[in-house]
């Protein structure tokens, strides 16, 4: 229940940010974007999940879960990039191939290097 507890804080913190981003005017392109309520609903959020955090996570959630939410978005702008996931300003650009690819490959060494080791056999 602690892990679970630890991911919902991680995920709420960064929802809650984007969140606060696009209430506050800095994310555009979104139905959000300048109304002010959502940065309040998004501040709470962070809050909210950052208290979770705090409370329940241990590093290895936290890492876990940071990692694999940068390897889902590192996922998207790889495809984005290599013209596979159209409809965003990142279709067809290399670029956006290139930043994805780094964002997999730092996602993919983190939970590697975090993963939890086998205990040795007898």
Do not use: H
């Amino acid at each position: 229940m602690r892990a679970v507890l630890a991911v919902f804080g991680v995920l709420l913190t960064l929802i809650g940010f984007g969140w606060f981003l696009q209430g506050i005017g800095v994310l555009p392109g979104s139905f959000m974007t300048g109304e002010i309520r959502w940065a309040v609903y998004g501040g709470v959020a962070v809050v909210v999940g950052v208290g979770l955090v705090v409370k329940f996570g241990t590093r290895r959630v936290i890492v876990n879960t940071v990692a694999s939410v940068l390897l889902l978005m590192g996922t998207v702008w790889f495809l984005q990039g290599i013209n596979v996931l159209p409809g965003s300003f990142m279709t067809g650009q290399p670029r956006w191939a290139v930043y994805g690819a780094i964002a997999d490959g730092v996602a993919i060494a983190l939970l590697l290097t975090n993963r939890r080791k086998a205990a040795p056999q007898m």
